[in-house]
């Protein structure tokens, strides 16, 4: 039986954010309910409300308009792929398609920072994305570790404080 395609979101930018942060694709919870990060047991909201002020315990929308606010835009490196489940590792490689980066970037010309929610996020960029980016921007980015309760080899205060250090 062939694999799902699973399409990403739009991505949450105004046009004058600084930083970005990519994950890999939205898993099946985050696609269920339409939103980044859904899962209750991954860490980027609690990171965001640690590094970044984000209240926790706001709405969805408010939670993303304080990121904007912040000049941080949020997206992912697919734009869609195959896979089973909500794990990266599951995702079928030949299938993945990837984001405009081109538009994205020349839309956004102040992005300084790209921050890669995990591994899997910073291969697929790195193979994916890189290659075609201007010279200024090959460079600009940080793998960081995975918010997702699947990465447990680190912990909380570990992952946060390695995004705060990317992110500030």
Not at 18 to 46: K, M, T
Request: proline share 7%; aromatic share 8%; charged share 20%.
């Amino acid at each position: 039986m062939p694999l799902a395609i699973s399409e990403g979101f739009p991505a949450i930018a105004r046009a004058d954010a600084r930083i970005l942060v990519l994950g890999s694709l939205p898993g099946q919870r985050s696609l269920a309910c339409s939103q980044y990060y859904a899962h209750p047991r991954n860490h980027f909201w609690r990171i965001a409300s640690e590094v970044l002020g984000v209240p926790l315990d706001a709405p969805y929308e408010a939670r993303l308009q304080h990121l904007l606010d912040r000049r941080v835009a949020l997206w992912d490196v697919c734009a869609a792929a195959r896979r089973r489940g909500s794990l990266d590792a599951d995702m079928e490689a030949a299938s993945v398609v990837p984001n405009d980066f081109a538009a994205f970037f020349a839309a956004h010309p102040a992005i300084e920072r790209v921050g890669l929610n995990g591994q899997h996020a910073a291969k697929l960029y790195r193979r994916l994305v890189v290659p075609n980016l201007p010279e200024k921007l090959r460079s600009a980015w940080t793998a960081l570790p995975s918010t997702s309760p699947a990465h447990a080899a680190m912990s909380f205060e570990q992952k946060r404080d390695a995004w705060a250090r990317a992110l500030l």
